[in-house]
């Protein structure tokens, strides 16, 4: 059975930076896309940032663009989501997203097979 689990969330103060880590189990992800997205009190779950398979392609939100960054470790079954110069306005439930046997980027949360349980990110002002 597959299985995804976010760690690394967090209080922060505004301009602070956390780490998000999502492990994978159950089967080698080295083929799958993954991508990142968060969800807000009262709010629709949104895109935050995908990877391709390889790693050699990113896509983020116009929100997030030039203070997060995704990366992943095929090796370690692992996704990554750097997150810098935070802002009260990114607090929300981030959840780690995958597709297996697919290549390219995804950004939209229908398109992705498999989610985790979510992990609870709060930005202080």
């Known amino acids: 059975q597959v299985q995804l689990v976010e760690s690394g969330g967090g209080l922060v103060q505004a301009g602070g930076s956390l780490r998000l880590s999502c492990a994978i189990s159950?089967?080698?992800?080295?083929?799958?896309?993954m991508g990142w997205f968060r969800q807000a009190p009262g709010k629709e779950r949104e895109f935050v940032a995908a990877?391709?398979?390889?790693?050699?392609?990113?896509n983020y939100a116009d929100s997030v663009k030039g203070r997060f960054t995704i990366s992943r470790d095929n090796a370690k079954n692992s996704v990554y989501l750097q997150m810098n110069t935070l802002k009260p306005e990114d607090t929300a439930v981030y959840y780690c997203?995958?597709?297996?046997?697919?290549?390219?980027?995804?950004?939209?949360?229908?398109?992705?097979?498999?989610w985790g349980q979510g992990t609870q990110v709060t930005v202080s002002s």
């Open positions: 159950g089967r080698t992800f080295s083929s799958a896309a």
């Open positions: 990877i391709s398979a390889s790693g050699g392609s990113t």
């Open positions: 997203a995958g597709k297996p046997n697919h290549y390219r980027i995804y950004v939209r949360k229908d398109e992705y097979d498999y």
